[in-house]
Each structure stands twice: as structure tokens, then as C-alpha cells.
């Protein structure tokens, strides 16, 4: 049923040809395909507040213009893109210079970063080769507006470093834990505190470490409660998860 | 969106108070939550042909009774049992005379079989051990109007039976082609005939097979066109693809 | 460093033997391994509210037995038995009228559920025989003192029934996704709604299913943000997750 | 029993030297291997009008050339590279202006693309990054004679997007679904409509996706039938068999 | 072409209705379907040495009977059920008197042992548990006509035991080497004499054995060459492959 | 060469018909099939002092009988059943009252527990269901002669219980660390020490621990060094690795 | 017992200080540590004629010419270079004119290729691209001396063009069989005849494919007989296994 | 608590304001999170022998000039860079001429080598590919201060190697035994020698070795007791592991 039925119908209904109560018959049986015009509900606050994500690994500097292009057209106040090189990075700053480059976390943006919501969220590494994929959760929930605080090189093999950063932990709303090797980092801060942990799987290791497979695993089997896994690598999950648990409205 | 504001909406076109035009804007701004009471489209055909389906694996008798008193109240016309212990299914059979027990496919069904389409299927398997998913595919085929062709322990170790049997594959709309072990029947028939062929891997096997896992991993890597492959012992998700695929409208 | 050397020492603080500066001293070189008598931080409320939980799959009777006497005598005020059976629960009720046994999620409980928190947490599953694992679930988040709501069987083979619960799940401050088979349902409702989503794998599933592996999968690899996964069948760990998340204290 | 033989028996039935019936006794005893001189089924229609298919991944210029001369001495009417690059692409146009190349789908060809069929094959993908594979499915299916419309990026993330295809999805006679990551658009696809599905998983994801076994994992396992699975970035494969359903000939 | 239409072709060429030439003609184009009632090349002699095989793991008692009555029908001189039961053995012995039952190989056959050929296989395990899969290759073996010795529990674990049957290794046709846990023994044997060997991995070890996947991979990783693998627990594969390379022809 | 060649090689050397210089050069040339004779080293203290190990799991009654009379008539000293049920054990025991069964570590054993080293192993658990695999290690290092401390449930989860039992991790020569689940005990006790610590996975847990697979891959990639790892539930072997560095002779 | 020793005691054998007697008990009791100056057994008969094989691959220019030069001082009169790219080929050929490179096998060898052997070696492969794994294998059964006769690209999605090699495949001592994909050409020829077959599965094919794994599980997994299986794309394993068993000696 | 609230308690103490009993209750209550500034036990008298350890894979020259700069400010007496490519090594050396290079090893280190041990540690590999890995053992062992005895190409496939070495594999205190391929070194080893044997897997292999899997999984498995294994190719670990059962005090 299109517009122009629809409309049609309402004449109807006007004219008295066809009462409310058998136009209300006729809904009742619409097929959901003619619902194509409905608009699907638009109040997605937290996806807006993103703005637009580009994941830009593997996309050609060509594709990465027209696409910024096209946004700059819509007029999108807010443009994110992920995983790009500081070289592809620099060559569209010089387009906008309005967009800013975090080079740790590989994400480039244009966006104003102001801490919009009362709690905290911590961000820990268990090494420093954990710090990328890591700042790329820190840096896409301060994006939506979420205050973060990093700690990296925590790991189990130097256990006590948490020592100093417990106060910061427990009173976070969310806890975001980077670990590659054994990834057993997650159930030791879990077994600390009682905080929501977002634990992020790196593809830091070698041998039977598969890439990252053994360090999900291990999370994902954590004997500790109050740990849920995004997928290896995965810091715009984790970033993104950890806002929206953080940003709660109720 | 509920229905009381939609008539309470259809009242006031009536009524004059609000013009059809502006009655379109409302209905263009409707999120889709508001949707619930439309109707989903009922057009399913072959869905419906084949009526409810229960998949009794680890199910109890008591469980069992319960769907079908439930069904029987709905006056569902045909109702589908799969993977049903003889046991099981001669307890439902003593409620009801008009269901029917076909052993083999582990199916217990309340309908009439009976060709409702001009094509042909061919269900072919590699040894006897597979024929128990091979007739649960057939048998789902039947139920939904098909008309089936069986050609069972036809394996790569036999290949020349194949021979035998060449008139009947070439004449199909569509073959399902059951094998364990090595898996390696669908691709030979593949290679001989220019039909669509519905892979149906089985556990059948021991050691390095993983239970399926190599057969499946054989299908669908094969190098002969044509072939499209199902869960390991999906035989009622084969038949029912066979169905749909004989049974194509245009 | 003991107890009784620290006493002595705080004996010689008195007297005047040591200075307090001194005796600071001496304390920033305790080594960690005298610090055993030291509490660890109490202030762990939500285990506190949660009480002592006993995963009582594979355990005998006697055992736990033991385990509930230890705790009678401890005074416990919250106990949980989860992955009890039947049998052995109604056994442990005939001891202390104060259990209480909800079948569906397999827990036996001495806790008195109030809602104790102001936000909502929905429990979403795919299909029926997910239910299990999705009440144990909603049954732990309810002893911590949530308000859940349940929303079974809304899996993508009918997805339309997510059309009737979207208000539900979007006035929810977190959702509990489970679903066995392909595990698509996470996916689909976090295309929806802007709530963390708890995907919760079940081991509901044959052949290439590898007992909820693939479901694992397709929850960790789920290109919609705002997704993060527990372990195969842990309903104890995602009510757990999504509890801690709802009673975020800032 | 080779033609010289089969000749001088000739002769010895024309002389009256062998009758007829013992002549036929001879051939029912010929064992298969001196059937080399009796041609294969020469009825297969399909692959002969797709013509000679060339996997071109990985092959070098040179050899590419070597086939491309061989075939025009066959006077072969209809060539296909697929997997082409552009650069290689572009060499062999040069050598005939009749080839003509599909960028998107890495296809080079040498055939009139005319639609031979009544039937529509919809080709859908979940993401813009599943477009190349699909590509190669849709251009494919078109070679072959058959109508194929494109719907590109529908994936779960945006799953209203499937709302307004739902009339092309429902008049398909089959569905290409590609999609990588979780994989989960066929089964929600399924979940709407009674069209046979070749779901195409794509080797795009990273981390727990195992460059597609993820993708794959779910199709296979999806709790909605109707769905076939064809390898890892094989469109060429989905493309073939999405055809020859369109294709059937009773 | 049917026999009926080949003989009516004969008599057309004795007729002289068709010349010799033109028939062949005709022949040269028969597709190979129509050759169903040409007999597959008979002269299979080792598999008709060794009689009809059942793989009678899984099967019912009363399938055993149904099997071997048919067998009996057609006068099959030798018949082979592996992997039987005791029970299951005596109750078929006890219709039959001329079978003969190897309860450590759990093969019952019906068969004269009687070395028919020059050579020797040796059979050589690792531990004792290797030993029931070892027997069935070597009574395989021996009722296939060829001299096997056997030569249990020479592991790895107790290497010296080797060299006391250097000998029989380095005289023999070919050895087939069972090993389970980490199935390192045909690359031990490989390293010590040129003679090739068939290793066959057994389910023997728990944990990250994977039943028997890990002696698998071992043997199939051999850095020392002459060996090639059949798969885990394939006791027949083992002992008819080393049968047939025995009693090689020329 | 066997004993007879070898002895009428001495007595031509007595004669004078060999000299001792052609004695030696017959001798460097011996193909070492002809060694069978020597005897293997038996300076095998630490196996000697275990005696003889039977691995009892899935071995019936009368075989445990069969193999306990023969050790009996070598008079062998010491005997070890390891992985024995309590009625097997029991059973045994009724025939033998020197032989003594731990019940935990399901050995049963015919041996003097005495400490003969001066050092001290640690056996440790990450909770209370790897008691039987710890206590398996912990039993059989005792029968070896070691002194052994037992720390029992000490995971992660509660991290705090490492810091009471630290003086006996420091002063150990090596330690054993049983963990299931996610098995991250071993990097954890690992950041604390630097004695060796042999990583001993348990098939404790569900979902995607893979039976002991997870908490293995955790053993294998710990960032933190000093940590070697045995096959998963193999408590025997742990034992026995910790047992031989333990009773280091230099 | 070094030399000196054993000198000595034959010196007092010749002496009459030793009695013959005595002295072989003394020998009786050697451990096996003092027999390394005796010469491990020298017939090894195949290897010798192979010659010294070094596998080039990953190996420097630098390190092959040291390899070669020693080689050239041990006077080795057969020297072969597995997996050799054409470049570092020729560097060596301009050394040495006598060495011969078989490109397709990427073999370079100084040995004269005769045959020594009666029997027959047929080496099939499935498709062109399984060739330069397949021409490895025959050339080293080449240069081993044994008669080899190639037919490549034989492949199911061909399987007629076996019937026109079915006279040499039967006539065969054995035969090597080598297909990547779905590698299912082992199970059909061993269909076909009672030949032992060596399956040679080969990286060829992508996505579920996993680098031949797939081939591989196909043929481990056969339900045909006399198949047994090396490693992927060990041309090297599967013509050395080839050539051992056709030049049986008994 | 702080280090401000801890003096002023103490000038309480002092002041006869809170007696030494009260001040202990109050310690006895401190929650961990105050311990702060309590030192972690600095006896661990290994790692500080070692010194600070750089993994330099995929570090970048620059990195690892900052990193030895800071080392250097610090007064580290000792500094190892592993896995250090020859010129970054060469780059680092022209900046400190104290640095040493083991190229083999791929270690840079500042370091006296100087045997600080009694016993010895062995150092044996399968294969000469094995050298780098085993040599980055040896050569961390070395650093440590013990003695390391290098016994290299000594794999199964010439097992009669191991002869010739049994005295020193006898009288070390621990074998680190390296292979790759199919791994079966260490459990030969193992059978011969009551040492303990640190298994290490290396990535040397190809096809189903999965970069050394399967040898990890063959050594895991083996059935020889003695044996515990590190990650593939990780000789840091190995010589770590090997030099602290080595040192070990008591």
C-alpha cells in the first residue's frame, strides 16, 4: 500500500465511502512490505552523537575522499574515521581543518571532545603493545562524550601495577581491558572489583596464540563474573560498548 | 501507534477535523514501533503447504502431547514431526489415527502426500548409513507436493552405479546428494550432470570425519559447479530447499 | 611482617623508641607477602547482595549437603545453587523451607527478590529452547535486586515478533540476548536499539554447530555495535554482566 | 575394445561370421575401460552456454595469453576470466576488442549478456566491502541469460533497509545473499521470504572471523530453511547454481 | 541406445541397412548414459579375494543376520564383519560353523588363512592399548592371503625394544606402525630402515590428543620420508593398503 | 652378530687366528641390528624408584588383575595404579593389604612415602574441582621421595589467597599450578616468583573451553616466563616433571 | 667402552688374563651409551641411490653453495635440491654443468635418470595447477629409478577422462594421486582399481579450503580402500613413498 | 589509608591517643587498596641477574633507541634485546661498544657470560633449521650464568645421533630439546634420559603442521613422562625455564 493508496483511503474516509472502522479492518491485514515509507524510529541518541564511522583499513585514499565528500554534502557534523594511516590522515586534514588525528589510536575525527555525562570509564592494557587498539576504545567513547581514564601496562606478569590504580577502578561504571598473549588480565581486575568489564582480545603473541584466539578464549572462559567479550582487535567495540553502558539514561 | 488512535485518527478524517494530507504526514512519521498490529505478509506458501514443524530431538513425550493438543486446537491441517523415536511416535499415533510414521526419516506427519508440481527431485546417497537423512529430505520434499526419486548407496566406491542412474539425475529440477565419510558423491555428480545439487553432508564416519566436519569441509570446496551445501544431517533443511527450489513459481 | 611484630612496633612508637617517621620508613619497606593479615577492600556490594553461589552441576548430593551446612553455620543470608536438578533441589527444600526453586533456570535460591534498582533489563531469546539458559539469566539479575522482563522466541526466523517488544527493549538499560543454532539475534536487535547488548551463546544446535561455537562466533564477529558476548550457556555470567551494569552507581 | 576392433566386428556381423545376439552377448561383457572412444553426455546445456571459464587468480600474463590463443583456435564463442585485475584485463582487450570487462566483479568476458529467461534472481549483500564477490555472482548469472537485480548493502546493522526490496525478494525464483562479518543476513532474508537462498559468505571481518569461516558458520547453521551454502568468496559458484535454478527446464 | 536398439542395429548391419562404418559412427556419439548394462571391469582381484566386507559397528543384531543371510543367498565364499562384537560374533558362529572369530581385532570372518604370496608385513604398535586396531590390520592382511608378523608395544617411550626385531623391519614388504598419544613411532621406524611404512594413528591419549588427532598430525608431519597415514583407528585401511602394496604383480 | 659369532670371534683371538687390531676394526663395522644383546642403559634412578605406573582408566577388572599377578611374581617393589576407581581399587587391595589407596588422586599404590630430597614442591589449584588432578601430581611426587605442600583453591577470582602462601611459593624448587577454566593461576603465580612452575590445565569448565583446550592455550602463551606446560588433566605427568627437577642430582 | 678399552680387553683375551666366556659377559652387560663408534646399519639401499636430498626452500643463495661445495668434497656422487626457484637454479648450474633443473618440479639434481625398476608409477593430478606438487613426485621416483608415466588434470568435475587412462592406472605397481579443492580424485580412482594409492593433497583452492586441509581431511576420510595419505604438497614424500614400494626387493 | 593518615596514626600512637592494640584492630581492617606504597618483594634474584628484556620484533629503530636510552639513565647493568634483526643490532652497537651481538641467537646484550652454576644445561635440536630458536635458549641461559652444552641436528630421522651424545644428556640438570616438523624429539630423548626435558616447539614445517602446532600438540601428548613444553618458538622461555630449574637454591 503506497502513498498514493493511502491517501486515497483518507479520501474515502472523508467522504464517508468507507467507514473508520473498515479502513481499521484494512490496516490490520496491510502486508508489512507496503511499509516501506514508515520511518524506522530515529531516536538512536547514541549513534548520533558518533556521527558517521568510517572503518578505513583497506579503503583507498580515493574511496576515503569521495566518502568524505559526500558527508561534507549532507552536512554531517560529525565524521569519524577508524584505522587510517597518518599518511591517508594528513591528506584529508589538509581538505578539513577542522578534523584531528589521533595517531595512537588510529582514528581521525571531527568532533568536539567534552565530557557530557557524569561517570567514568577506565581503559587498561596488560602491555604496551596493547596501547592502539586500546586508545581506539579510549578515543571513540570520549567522542560520544564519555569521561576516560587510561592505564596501560598493567599486566599480570607486573600484577601489582593494579595496586596503585585501584581506587580508579572501582569507582569507574565500566572498565575496558586490552590483552593480547593469555589475555588472563580481565579475570585478575575482575577478581579485584565489581565493576562491568568490557574485555578486548589483541592479536599481540605468536605460536599458539592463533592471532588474538587464545586471549578470547581466555576471557570468554574467565571463572571471575562481570565480563563480556568484543571480538580481537575490536577497540571501536569495546570504546563504543563501554560508552552506551556508561551513558545509561535510566 | 495502537488501534484506538488509529480509529480515534479515521474518525476525525471523518469528521473533517483533520484533512487526509495531514493525515499522510502522521503516517509518514510513525516509527515502526507503532507497527506491531499489521499483519506480516501471509503469503508464505510454502510454509504453510507444509504446516507446522516440530523438531522432537530430546524432546519428551510429555512435551510432545502438549504441541499437539496445542496444534489440534488450532485445527493446523498438517502438522510434521521430525526426528521422532518410533516409540514416541506409536504413543501420538494411538491419539490420532490420521498421523503416519515413516520409520526410516524418523517423521511422524499428518498429511495427505501428493504431487502437486511437475518437476522431479532426485535424492541420492553415497552408502545405506546415510539413507536415514536422505529420507527425512525426501520425505519433507513429498509432504510439500514434490515428486521424489530415491537412489540410495551410490558411493565414489561404486562410482559406475551411477551409470544406471544417469537418466533419472539428468531429468531432475534438483538433486540432494547425502554423503558421509569422505563427501565426495556431490562433486562426481557434479561432474556428470548440469542440475542443481543440494550437498547434505553426514556424521557418518570415524576419526579425522569430526563427525561430519570433513564431508561438510569436501562440499563445499568441491570444484565443480553447482552445488550448494546444508547443515551436517539437515536432511529436513534439504528436502525443504529442494522443495522451494522445484517448486519456483515463474 | 606479622601481627605481633606489629604490635611490638607500635609498643616501640609509644615508648618512643622509634620514631613515627621511622616507622613509616620501616613500612614502606614491608614486602607484600607480610601483608596477609590484611583485609582485602569489603566494599564488593554487589557479590555481597548476590551471596555465596554454589555451580552445582556434577556435584552429588552429599556434597552439597556439606556445602549448605557450611553455610547454615556461616549464617549466609543469600545462597544460590545454580545448574541444580530437580531431585536434588527438592531434597535441600525438605531441609530449609526458606529455598526456593525456579525450574526453568535450574537455581535454587534462599533470597528474597525485590526490585531494588530504578532501570529495566530485558531477556531476549532467539528460540524456545533457549529458555533454560536465558532464565538463568533473568533469575540471577532478579536475587541482585533488578527488574527484568522477559521476552522468549523472537528469533530472526520471526523477526516480526521484535516489532511488538521494541519499546520494551528500548526503555531497557541493557539487554541479555541468548540464541543457539546460527546465532543471529544479538545482530538484528542491535540494529535496532542503542542499549548494551549481553549476547548470550546457547549449545541449542547439530552438525557444524559445534555446540554453540558457531553462535559464539557470530555473536563476537556481529558488525552492529554495542554487543558484548559471554561464554556458551552462561546465563549465570550475562545476568550477572547485565546486573552489574544496571546497578552502576553514578 | 578399441574402434578397429569394434570395426572388424561390424564386418563380422555384415558377413554373417557373428549373428546379432552374439554380438550383443560381446558388449555386455565389455569391460568399461574400452569405453575411452564413446563420447560423454554432450547435453549439457548450462556450461555450454556459459562457455569456457577461466580462474585467473594467481596466473601470469603469459599464461593467461597461451589460454586466451587457445581458445580463439577452438573458435570457442563465449570465454569468461574471472578474478581478473584490470591491468591483465586491459592487456587481453587490447588482443580483442570484443572482451569486455566488469570492474566491480573482476570479470573479464567474451559473450552477449540477453536475458534467455522468465525468472528474476535478486543478488543482495549485506555490507558496500560484500560487493565485489556478489558482483561476480550477479555478472555470472547474467552471461548465462538469466534477469538479476542488485541490493547492495541491506545488512543487519540496517535491517529496514530489506523492508523496502520486499516485493523484488518475494518474486525472486532464488536469492544470492553475500555477506561477511557475522554473516547473519540470509538467515533474517529467510525469516521473510519462502525464495531459495544461496547464501555467499565473504572473507571480510577480521579477528574471531577466521577471514570467513565465521560467516560461513552461521549460513550453514541457520535455524530458518531455505538456505544453501556455497564456499568462501565463490561467486562464481553462488552466481552458477543461482542460475540453473532460474534455469530449470520443467 | 538399450540392448534392444543395439541389436536392432546388429541386424541392420547384417542386413546391410547400415554399413560397418556408419554404426561406428553412431558409436563414436553414444553418450555414456546409455551404457548402464556394459560391465564394469571384473578383474578386481584383491577385493574379490577378500570377500564382502561389513563395517559392523552400530549395526543391530538382527541387521548382522539380514546381511548375512543375503550373503549366504548368493554364495559368497568369503565374508568379512569388522569391529563386532563378542556377543554379537557368537551369535552369527552359532549359524554358521565355518566362521571364525579374532576377538582382538574384532573381525569375524568366513575364510581360509593361507599365505599366498612371497613377501612379508610387519604390523608394529607403540603401546598395548594400540593393539585391537594393529589386529585388525594384520588379520586384514592375512586374509588377504599375505605372511604378517606382529610386533606389539615398541613405543618411543622404550625405544631399545627396536632394535631387538631390526631384523623383521628391514626384511619385510612394507610395515604398518600403530601409535596413539603422540604417534611418533613410524617416524622413529622411518629413521631406521627404507621400507615403507602405513601408519596408523589411534584414539589412545586424552586432553590435547583430540582422539588421536594429535597422532595424526605427528605422522602426517613426518620429517622422515616413506611414510604415508590412513586415518585414526582405520585397522582395515591400514592392513589392506599394506596387503595390497604385498602383493604387488610385476 | 650374535652371541655365538661373538664368543667364536674370542676364541680366534685367544688362538691367535685374529689379532686384537682386526678384532676391533670387525667390531667398528657392526651394523647395529646386531646389538640386540647389549643391554640399555640402567642408571634409570628416578623411574627405578617409581617402579612400574599403570594407567588404569577404561581397563576392566580382571586386566588390572592380570597385571598385578605379574608384577607380583618379579617381585617388582613398588607398584602405582593411577586414574583407578574406588571399587577397582578396593577390589585390589582385598589381595594386597601393603597396597594403599589415595582416594583423591585415584592412585593406588604399593610404596613407602619417606623424603629423600631436601627441597620442597609446591602443588597449587585454582579451585576446588582441580583437587583430583593436583592431588594426582602431588601423590605421585610424594611416592618419588619429594616433599610436597599442598595449596588448594587459590584462583584468580580470588587472587588475594596467593598473598598468604607466598613465603612457601618463594622457597619451593618448583612448583605445580593446576587450573581449569580459563587457566591464567600459572602467569599470575609466575608474576609473583621466579621458581619454576610447571602449568598443569584441567578439563574443568564448559562453552568454549574445549574440555582444558582454553586454560592450555592460556598455560602456553603466558607473557610471563619460568612457566613449562603438560597435557591437559595429565596430573601424572606434572608430578612426576616437578618430581625429577626437584631430585636434580648436581 | 671406548676403542682404547675395547683393545685392551682383546689384548687380554689373546693374553688368556680374559677367558672368551668371560669377556662376552662382559659385553652382555654394555650399556648402549658405550656403542657409538659402532656403525649404524649401511643398507640403506633407496636413500643411497636418492642420494643427499636439501629441501631449498626459505634457503639463501649463500647457504646452497655452501651445501653444495661440501657436498662436492664428500665426492657425493647424487645431490638433489627440493623446492629450488629457477634463479638460484641456474647459479648453481653455472658451478656445475652436470646439474639438471626440472623447473616444473622445481628440482635441481646431478644424477642420471635411468630405469631400474620393472614395475610402473603413474602420477595423476586432479587439475594443472596440482602439477609442479605432482611433477616433484615423479621426478624424484625418477631419479630413484623408477619408470614413471604422468597424466595430469583428470579431475571429477572431468572424471571421463580417467576411462581413457584406466588400462595404464590399472597396470600400475601404485599410484600417486594428487588434487587440491575438495580432493576427491583418491576416493574415485581407488573406485576404480585395486592399485594402493598415494593421495598427495595440495594447497589449491581458498576459503573453507584452508590451504589443502580440506584435501586432505577428504582423503584420510576415504571410504575406499587402499589409500594412503602425506602431507600437503609434499611431492617430495608421496614420490619417495611411490618409488620404495615399486622397488620392493621380495 | 596514605602515607599522612599512617604518620599522624603513629604520632597518635606516640601521644598515648590510640593504644598499640587499637592501632593493630585498625590495621587489621585496611582494605588492600591502601597499600599502595608498600614495595613488592624485590627478592626475585633471577630476573634481576637477567636484567631488563626488549622483544624487539616489529620494534621499530626508533623505539628501541628510546628504550636503551632510558636503560642506560637508569644504570641497567644489565640489557637484552631479543629477536633483533642483525642491522638494528649493528645500529645499537655503534652507540654502546659494550653490546654484544649473538646473531644466531638474534640477541644484543650487555652482559658478562661467566658460569655463576654447578650443573649444565642441554641444548639439542631435530634439525639445523632449529638452530635460531634453540640458540636464543642457550644463549638467555648462558646470560643467566649457567653452563650450556649445544648438541644440534639430532632429529629422529637420524636418531643413532643421540648415541653419541648420551653421556651429556645424561649428566645435565635439563635438556631444552627444540624440533619442528612433527616434533617427536623430545619424547625419544625422554625415553633414553631421566632429565628433565623443556620441550619447544618450533614453526619449522608446512601443510598440516599449522606453523608448529603439531608439534606442540606431539610433545603435549607424548607418553614419555619428563617432559613440559613452552609456546612454539619460544626460546627465551625455554632458556629462561632451563636456567631457573638450574639455579635452583636448595
Redesign the interface.
Known sequence: MD?DK??AL??Q??K?EV???E??DQ???????D?????????????KQLGEVIYSQNKKMKQLITIYNHMKELNQPKIIFTRITPKKAHQLMEMDNQLIYNEKARILYKAEIKVQQ???IAVVT??TTDIPVAEEAACIAEIMGNKVKRFFDC??????RL??I??DL??S??IVCAA?????LP??V???????I??L?T?I??????????????????????????????G???G??AG???M???
Chains 1, 2, 3, 4, 5, 6, 7, 8 share one sequence.
Not at 490496516?27 to 512490505?33: A, E, R, T, V
Not at 599486566?155 to 601489582?160: F, K, L, M, Q, Y
Not at 575482575?190 to 562491568?196: A, E, K, M, T
Open positions: 502513498q493511502l491517501l483518507f479520501e474516509i472523508k464517508g467507514s473508520p472502522t479502513a481499521l490496516f490490520k491485514n496491510l502486508p508489512f512490505k511499509l516501506d515509507f514508515v520511518k524506522i524510529d530515529s531516536h538512536r541518541l547514541f549513534r557524569p561517570g567514568q596488560a602491555g599486566g599480570v606478569a607486573g600484577i601489582h595496586f596503585g585501584y581506587d572501582v569507582s561504571n565500566v593480547g598473549m593469555e589475555g588472563a579475570s585478575v575482575s577478581g579485584l572489583v565489581d565493576v562491568p568490557i574485555a582480545p592479536a603473541g605468536y605460536g599458539a596464540n592463533f592471532k588474538g584466539v587464545s586471549a578470547l578464549l581466555t576471557m570468554i572462559n574467565s571463572c571471575s563474573p562481570g565480563i563480556a567479550v568484543v571480538n580481537i582487535d575490536n571501536f567495540g569495546a563504543y560498548m552506551i553502558i556508561n545509561r539514561r535510566k
